[in-house]
């Protein structure tokens, strides 16, 4: 999901993203809930993925 997220740079939606990853929609929700509520503690991460950088997690709050 963080894949199409940093990849794409045009709004996202619910749908979207889970046509392209040929999940449920409630799949992604939840995922993206989970994302969001551990946010704080990946940002402190010094060797974070560069997918959770705050441009991502910022798109990640458009789709909720």
């Known amino acids: 999901m963080l894949y199409y997220i940093d ?3 045009r709004e ?4 979207d993203l889970a046509t392209r ?3 449920p929609p409630n799949v ?3 995922t993206v809930q989970h994302i969001l509520n551990f946010s704080e503690n990946i940002k ?8 959770f ?12």
């Open 21 to 23: 990853l040929q999940i």
């Open 7 to 9: 990849k794409l740079d």
């Open 28 to 30: 992604v929700r939840k």
């Open 53 to 64: 950088s705050v441009r991502n997690i910022n798109k990640l709050k458009n789709i909720r």
């Open 12 to 15: 996202l939606d619910v749908n």
């Open 44 to 51: 402190d991460t010094e060797s974070k993925p560069e997918q």
